[in-house]
Antibody
Framework: QLQLQESGPGLAKPSETLSLTCTVS??????????WAWVRQPPGKGLEWIGS???????YYYPSLQSRVTMSVDTSNNHFSLKLTSVTAADTAVYYC?????????????WGQGTMVTVSS | EIVLTQSPGTLSLSPGERATLSCRAS???????LAWYQQKPGQAPRLLIY???TRATGIPDRFSGSGSGTDFTLTISRVEPEDFAVYYC????????FGGGTKVEIK
């Protein structure tokens, strides 16, 4: 049973870089049928896709965040990561990692439990 | 960017009633690129339906989806106590965007 688990600091300072990791268990991050995504949800608000990454390192980012986002994959440790630069209070959210089955353009069928990140000085 | 507008914002129902949730897209979405999720408080979203009408693994048949073009609907034939939650539609044909959600609450 594939499972995802987010980890990283729960607090980031304004203008700094937010860094999160999603560890994949019960399966390989290098599966050719799996793509990996980050989605966030500000408190009391809806869902926002941040971007997606494939095990080869190919990425696909949300255009509005593209200039601040970097995603990468570590196949040896079976995890993928998110870096979001120049954060502000507007980046405060629960951050979820998720699996996309089959292609870039498929739904998110498996989700991590989410991790809350607060941006505050 | 394709904008998805969900209505109503909140739906107040009693268990056993029928729920009809709407998702309207700002431009046409191919059927295979439309999905629905359920989210309960403090939990991650769960995939309910994809390709407009295909139920994900383990989803009971009281959940059904329909629609085409710019108008899509999620129907819960008889709402069970565990169905009170927020529901989101998503399109992933052009980037990935989510609707603002519909909360189904107990009347």
């Amino acid at each position: 049973q594939l499972q995802l688990q987010e980890s990283g600091p729960g607090l980031a300072k304004p203008s700094e870089t937010l860094s999160l990791t999603c560890t994949v268990s019960g399966g390989s991050i290098s599966s050719t049928n799996s793509y990996w995504a980050w989605v966030r949800q500000p408190p009391g608000k809806g869902l926002e896709w941040i971007g997606s990454v494939y095990y080869t390192g190919s990425t696909y980012y949300y255009p509005s965040l593209q200039s601040r986002v970097t995603m990468s994959v570590d196949t040896s440790n079976n995890h993928f990561s998110l870096k979001l630069t120049s954060v502000t209070a507007a980046d405060t959210a629960v951050y979820y990692c998720a699996r996309i089955n089959r292609s870039w353009f498929d739904p998110f069928d498996i989700w991590g439990q989410g991790t809350m990140v607060t941006v505050s000085s | 960017e394709i904008v998805l507008t969900q209505s109503p914002g909140t739906l107040s129902l009693s268990p056993g009633e029928r729920a009809t949730l709407s998702c309207r897209a700002s431009q046409s979405v191919s059927r295979k690129y439309l999905a629905w999720y359920q989210q309960k408080p403090g939990q991650a979203p769960r995939l309910l339906i994809y390709a407009v009408s295909t139920r994900a693994t383990g989803i009971p048949d009281r959940f059904s989806g329909s629609g085409s073009g710019t108008d899509f609907t999620l129907t819960i034939s008889r709402v069970e106590p565990e169905d009170f939650a927020v529901y989101y539609c998503q399109q992933f044909g052009t980037s990935h965007t989510f609707g603002g959600g519909t909360k189904v609450e107990i009347k």
